[in-house]
Each structure stands twice: as structure tokens, then as C-alpha cells.
């Protein structure tokens, strides 16, 4: 390769990762201004039950993330960009659809449609990330990434908030209007090519079923969801509880936030100077869990927002990481395939930890065992920080370096 390809081949990675920087932005911010207000919309304005909305809610995830897979597959039979233009493009349709949904049918194909649109650009979008950094830099992207989407995910309700003045259509068509914006953005990516050439849909299923370390990682960070989950589950409960109002959530939720946007990127960096990749992913896992079950100990709200603070660190440390070393573990001959099963351990462990989350605290309340879920959160979280330094002991974080090719 000659010295100038070699330098197109960096440019050319350079203008695809600031791309996807700008899909994230507005990729996190069209779907945070638009999902927290559906439960309000179409309960309080609509006058649906809460059980129905919540039913169409966690069918929406549930779909995403189980179907994620298929769109990880698809992406390396197909190539990344056109998986993620289809997909962006079928969840603005989605949000479209949800504007003029006023009745449960339509809000039921509504958010299967954005769910979709989400499983088939979610893994190709992860893969186009993996293919293009390397494994200096690739933590650090991911932290960079992280930072743009607590800025998106803070900025995001306060938009939708804004436009919900005047009509709850004006919320979900801006928000569409983001997904089509990507479509544009999409187009600016590199092609991934992982193979010279096509290869059956199935081989991206058979490389990962024989790989017992990547599904072994897979399960291990089922433990990881199970804990941060609880982040919309029981800590809002507990922050209302302990402050009196609903306004503690708020409160909460900003503390969370405020810390993310300030020491994503920089906290990430400091660590980077001491300790590996895996290592900072361990770290990150512990404090969370820690900070989880501290709030067992929590006398008042004030102590309470400082276990928020220590598990938003903790987060800070383990999100970005983990996306680094599920890349950097996955074989880059089926990139999409192997990232698409990764998220299988938010789609299981996050409807686990949801379902058990809610019902922990009900148990909990009844019986009068206060500190019982915490500790059993806390539990989870340092159980799977264990098992993954057992699996890394004995694994090499990356074995597949130097395999990808990306080509204009």
C-alpha cells in the first residue's frame, strides 16, 4: 500500500467517524425529546390505560434489541450504510405514524415500526464505529461518542418539552425529521467490507455460536444491565420516596446527567493513563455496584444523590469500555453479526433486571426489607465484574486486530 492510499484510507476513516458523531447527536436527541412524553401523551391526553402505553413501551425494546441481530446479519451480507439508511428511514416513519396514532392499534404498529427501524441500524452502526477506529483509538471514540449523547440525551426533552406546547404531532414529526436527517448523514459513510466476497447469512451466526469468549462476555454483561436499568426503575422510586415529591427525580436525573456531560470524556482519558481498557470497564462495573447497593445505607436525599454520583461515574467509566472491548473481542468477518448478538445482554438482562427491579421493591416494601434490593443489585453487579475478570484472565481482549478493511 502506498503511502498516499495510506493516507486517503485515514482521511477517509476520519470524515466517517465524524459522521457518526453526528448521527449519534441526532440520533440520541430525536429520540429522547419524543419517548419520555408518550407515556404522558397517551395517557393524559389520549386517555389510554398506563398498562397499555407500558405494554407498547416494552414491546418497543423488547423488539429492538431481541431483532437486533437480524440487522447485524443483514449488515454483513449487505454492507453497514445501506442497513442504516433503511433503518433510520423506517424509524422516522414510525414517529411519523405515532403522531396520527389515537387509538392502541395504531400506537402498537407505531412502535413496532420505530423498533424496526432500530434493529436494523443499531448493530450496523456499532460495526461501522468498531471497522473504523483502531485499538488505540477506539475507547476514546466511544468516550467522545458517550459525551455527545449525554449532551443529546439533556438537550433531547427539553426540545420535546418545548414543542409539546403546541401539539404532541409537532414533537413526533421533529423527531422523524432527525431520523431523516441521518439518512442524509448515512450516505457520507465509508463502505465496511469485511469479505472479498459475500458469504452465507449464516456464517456471521456459525463464527459466533463457536465463539465461547464472546458468548461468554455476552452473558456476563446481562449481570451489567440487570444493574444499570435500575437507573429507571427503582432509583426513581427511591428519589421520589426519599424527597417527597416527584420533583426528586428530576433532581436526580440532572445530577446523573450534569456529571456525564462534564467527565465523559476527561475521566475516561485520566484512567486511560494507568490502567487498560478491560481494566477501566472492571473498575467502572465496581463503582456502579457499589454505589448501587450504598444506597441501602441512604438516611436522607442528599446522601441518596451522592450514590447517584458515584454509579453516573461508575457508568462513565464502564459504557464506553465495554463498547470498546465487545468490539475489539468480535471478529470484524462478521462485525454486524457479532455486535448484533451483544445486544441480546441489554435486551435480556435489561427486561430482567425491569421485571425483577419493580418487583424487588414491591417485595420489599411489603415485608419491610428496605436494604434487600439494593444489596441484591449491588450482588449482581460485583458477581458479573468477577466473572468478566476470569474471562479476561485467560482472554486477550483483542484477538482479531488488523483484520477489518474499510474501503471508500
Known sequence: MSEERTSLSDQIRRRGLYALLVYTFFMVIGFAMLMPLVAVHFVSDVGMAAALVGTALAIRQLTQQGLAIVGGVLSDRFGARPMICLGVLLRALGFVSLAFADNVPLLFVAMVLSALGGALFEAPYQASIAA?????????????????????????????????????????????????????????????????????????????????????????????????VQMNISFPLMAEHLAGSADGVGVMFAVSAGLTVTLQYPLVRLFERWLSTPQILMLGMTVMAL????????????????????????????????????????????????????????????????????????????????????????CVGLLSTYGLFLLLRTQPAARHVGEQVANP
Open 132 to 228: 473504523l477506529t483502531t485499538e488505540e483509538t477506539r475507547s476514546r471514540y466511544y468516550a467522545i461518542s458517550n459525551w455527545v449523547s449525554g449532551v443529546a440525551t439533556t438537550i433531547g426533552p427539553l426540545v420535546g418539552v418545548a414543542l409539546l406546547r403546541f401539539d404532541f404531532q409537532w414533537v413526533c414529526l421533529a423527531a422523524a425529521a432527525c431520523f431523516a436527517l441521518n439518512f442524509l448523514i448515512a450516505l457520507l459513510l465509508p463502505t465496511i467490507t469485511t469479505e472479498s466476497k459475500p458469504r452465507p447469512l449464516s456464517h456471521g451466526l456459525s463464527l459466533v455460536r463457536h465463539d465461547l469468549p464472546f458468548m461468554m462476555l455476552t452473558g456476563l454483561m446481562m449481570g451489567y444491565w440487570f444493574t444499570a
Open 291 to 378: 454505589g448501587t447497593g450504598a444506597i441501602a445505607l441512604a438516611q436522607g436525599f442528599v446522601s441518596f444523590l451522592l450514590c447517584v454520583a458515584m454509579v453516573a461515574i461508575g457508568a462513565i467509566l464502564a459504557r464506553p469500555t465495554m463498547q470498546s472491548l465487545i468490539a475489539s473481542m468480535a471478529n470484524p468477518q462478521a462485525l454486524g453479526t457479532f455486535l448484533g448478538v451483544s445486544s441480546l445482554s441489554l435486551a435480556i438482562g435489561g427486561a430482567i433486571g425491569n421485571v425483577t427491579g419493580g418487583w424487588l421493591i414491591d417485595f420489599a416494601s411489603a415485608r419491610q426489607l428496605p436494604h434487600l434490593p439494593w444489596l441484591i443489585y449491588c
